[in-house]
């Protein structure tokens, strides 16, 4: 059985103590640093830009996850990719239709880092299956994008049941990763559902980061 994959949301770090908390989550056990880029019109917030990327990517031995919640996913993509990103994930929802969406997940792997496609709670997921060997990673929303500390909504384990069917029926290389209200509890769910890697932002800061993101690992 594959092991689950951590990935913290650096959206819950405590900024006061940035490299503290940097050196904690770099010893924790969790594989991906998860990166939240926010623009304030595909989503109301607004967060980090590439030059954090950058130094974060320093400062940790992680692969970097970037999850864009923007407009002009086209543009941005290649910015966070120049600044170090191993994985960028888009929203479907941001991009003219599927076709486009294609176009996108090639141009990224193009620059040898993978790629990833998000949905948000509503969007269903039948309209990527055809084109799932054309991405990495699906990423399903599993609160509705923009803020962190929001509870976990319970459908969205139906869409991760079909991919996961999808996935080991046609044999893809395709990770599913999670992101939105993710505990110890909820985690199990998801991972029993099928999840690869579980996002995790306000359950692995607060407190002792080493044993929370422990606590999502032996969650099985
Ligand atoms: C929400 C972000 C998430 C968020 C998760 O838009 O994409 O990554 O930080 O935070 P928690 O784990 O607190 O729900
Ligand atoms: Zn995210």
């Given at each position: 059985?594959?092991?689950?994959?951590?990935?913290?949301?650096?959206?819950?770090?405590?900024?006061?103590?940035?490299?503290?908390?940097?050196?904690?989550?770099?010893?924790?056990?969790?594989?991906?640093?998860?990166?939240?880029?926010?623009?304030?019109?595909?989503?109301?917030?607004?967060?980090?830009?590439?030059?954090?990327?950058?130094?974060?990517?320093?400062?940790?031995?992680?692969?970097?996850?970037?999850?864009?919640?923007?407009?002009?996913?086209?543009?941005k993509?290649?910015?966070?990719?120049?600044?170090?990103?191993?994985?960028?994930?888009?929203?479907?929802?941001?991009?003219?239709?599927?076709?486009?969406?294609?176009?996108?997940?090639?141009?990224?792997?193009?620059?040898?880092?993978?790629?990833?496609?998000?949905?948000?709670?509503?969007?269903?997921?039948?309209?990527?299956?055809?084109?799932?060997?054309?991405?990495?990673?699906?990423?399903?929303?599993?609160?509705?994008?923009?803020?962190?500390?929001?509870?976990?909504?319970?459908?969205?384990?139906?869409?991760?049941?079909?991919?996961?069917?999808?996935?080991?029926?046609?044999?893809?290389?395709?990770?599913?990763?999670?992101?939105?209200g993710?505990?110890?509890?909820?985690?199990?769910r998801?991972?029993?559902?099928?999840?690869?890697?579980?996002?995790?932002?306000?359950?692995?800061?607060?407190?002792?980061?080493?044993?929370?993101?422990?606590?999502?690992?032996?969650?099985?």
């Amino acid at each position: 059985m594959k092991e689950t994959m951590i990935a913290p949301s650096i959206l819950s770090l405590d900024y006061a103590r940035v490299s503290e908390q940097l050196k904690e989550l770099d010893e924790s056990g969790a594989e991906w640093m998860h990166f939240d880029v926010m623009d304030g019109h595909f989503v109301p917030n607004l967060t980090f830009g590439p030059d954090i990327l950058k130094g974060f990517k320093k400062a940790v031995d992680m692969v970097m996850d970037v999850h864009i919640m923007v407009d002009d996913p086209m543009e941005k993509a290649m910015m966070f990719i120049a600044s170090g990103a191993d994985i960028v994930t888009f929203h479907l929802e941001a991009v003219a239709n599927l076709e486009e969406c294609v176009r996108l997940c090639r141009k990224i792997r193009a620059q040898h880092v993978k790629a990833g496609v998000s949905i948000k709670p509503d969007t269903p997921v039948d309209g990527l299956l055809p084109y799932l060997k054309e991405m990495d990673v699906v990423l399903i929303m599993s609160v509705v994008p923009g803020f962190g500390g929001q509870s976990f909504m319970e459908e969205v384990l139906d869409k991760v049941k079909v991919l996961r069917r999808e996935i080991d029926e046609k044999g893809y290389d395709v990770l599913i990763e999670i992101d939105g209200g993710i505990n110890a509890d909820t985690g199990k769910r998801c991972v029993k559902a099928g999840v690869d890697v579980l996002v995790a932002g306000s359950f692995v800061f607060h407190g002792d980061i080493k044993k929370n993101v422990e606590q999502l690992k032996c969650g099985k």
